[in-house]
């Protein structure tokens, strides 16, 4: 088996959903850190600050919230099993942020697993349109 091959949508969508935002939150990152990077040779400290703002709950929800009208109905059905799985935000996040930024998470996570990299950076660019 060829481990870095994508794999069907039908095996990436019966992976759990945390399991698909534990990979998601890695890809995310990955983008944010990259255009970050591409902007400009900065401190670590200052590359550090911009990407939290991106990677964080809250800013993870708001990304949502810029994709949303853009999913199609098989992500919107991925981002929703990854809302509504069971997992605990620590004492500082909004519950309902925190939701919303594990649902992103499991959508990038599938989609990462299928091999869609057109569309991780379509659905990015969306986010980042007019910032990072």
């Excluded at 600050?49 to 949502?64: C, D, I, L, P, R």
Aim: with cysteine; hydrophobic share 35%; aromatic share 10%.
């Amino acid at each position: 088996m060829n481990e870095s091959a994508p794999m069907s949508r039908r095996d990436a969508a019966a992976y759990s959903p945390l399991t698909l935002a534990y990979l998601g939150d890695a890809v995310y990152e990955l983008l944010v850190r990259d255009r970050l990077l591409r902007q400009g040779n900065r401190p670590n400290g200052t590359l550090h600050s911009e990407a939290t703002g991106y990677v964080s709950s809250k800013g993870q929800s708001e990304a949502f919230l810029k994709i949303e009208p853009f999913l199609t109905e098989e992500e919107l059905a991925v981002y929703r099993r990854g809302r509504n799985a069971h997992s605990v935000p620590n004492k500082n996040n909004d519950y309902d942020e925190y939701r919303r930024a594990t649902g992103l998470e499991a959508v990038f996570g599938f989609l990462r697993l299928c091999g869609d990299d057109r569309r991780i950076n379509e659905l990015f660019s969306i986010i980042t349109e007019g910032t990072v």
